[in-house]
């Protein structure tokens, strides 16, 4: 697999090893700002690695409750962007309602030091009216341990900087339906969710979203937002993960690498 454009970076180094000193071009994972701005008005900005920025955009304004529906998408474009050059601005027109920047509820949570209070944050969440997930939906234990295996030989970008998360979206059965690498876990997130409403597959009900790393509440959110009924990390979920997970019905799996995770909500999809 090829990584995307611009996603790549190279750069010369100095390696030591086993007392010998050589220099030698390395890969480094493309780390730039992207602005969205909606109705021609500045919403956020978030660092990432460029590639499947329109993705990232869609999947942000559906994640954060900006958007409820694809519909309510007039037209996306990335701005100035040129065939052999690379833009840092995505531009989306909605339609069907008016748009305040001033009046949007900024309940971003784009890094865990966001300084929101975890009473706060979960009280945001419930405003948004997020239904349960799927109870119906479940996966076998063993179709769970394979997915660290198929996340990592997807990787692209991985396989040449070593340094970005990925996110991915599998079925009951395991098989792979997209995977995303960002530099932030939040934004790889948004790009499968972005992806999700251009294929018009949203709720993601019959999904399970897995993520490289921790679980963070970010993570958690943006997942029950799209509807996913299971998600999996290879590292320790959040307290507030947890929270969220339990409160509204999300199963919640972490260090699931080799035969063997942890489930810290919702066994009863992946172990009854």
């Given at each position: ?18 007392g ?13 700002p ?32 900006i ?10 474009r ?13 531009e ?112 993601l ?61 919702g ?6």
């Open positions: 697999m090829r990584p995307p454009a611009h996603s790549v970076e190279l750069t010369q180094v100095t390696e030591w090893e086993n010998a000193v050589r220099a030698v071009q390395d890969s480094l994972a493309a780390e730039e992207l602005e969205i701005r909606v109705n021609g008005a500045p919403v956020t900005v978030t660092m990432r690695t460029p590639g499947h920025d329109l993705e990232l955009a869609a999947g942000f304004l559906f994640t954060e409750g958007i409820e529906e694809n519909s309510e998408i007039y037209n996306m990335v701005a100035g962007q040129e065939a052999s050059k690379k833009s840092n601005l995505v989306v027109d909605l339609k069907s309602r008016p748009f305040a920047v001033e009046n949007l509820q900024r309940n971003f949570f784009a890094a865990s030091s966001c300084g929101i209070c975890g009473k706060a944050s979960i009280e945001a969440i419930r405003r948004r009216g997020l239904l349960p997930p799927d109870r119906e939906f479940h996966v076998d234990p063993r179709i769970l341990c394979g997915l660290p295996e198929k996340i990592r030989s997807r990787q692209a970008v991985f396989d040449r900087t070593g340094g970005l998360h990925a996110a991915a979206l599998f079925n009951a059965m395991g098989d792979l339906l997209v995977l995303r690498e960002d530099i932030g876990r939040h934004n790889a997130v948004d790009k499968v969710v972005g992806w999700a409403i251009g294929e018009g597959r949203l709720p009900s019959r999904s399970i979203l897995m993520v490289s790393g921790r679980g963070g509440f970010e993570i958690a959110q943006k997942a029950m937002a799209a509807g996913v009924p299971v998600m999996a990390s290879v590292s320790a979920p959040s307290s507030l993960a947890v929270k969220l997970a339990r409160e509204l019905g999300m199963t919640l799996i972490g260090f699931l690498r080799g035969e063997r995770f942890v489930v810290y909500s066994e009863f999809r992946c172990l009854s």
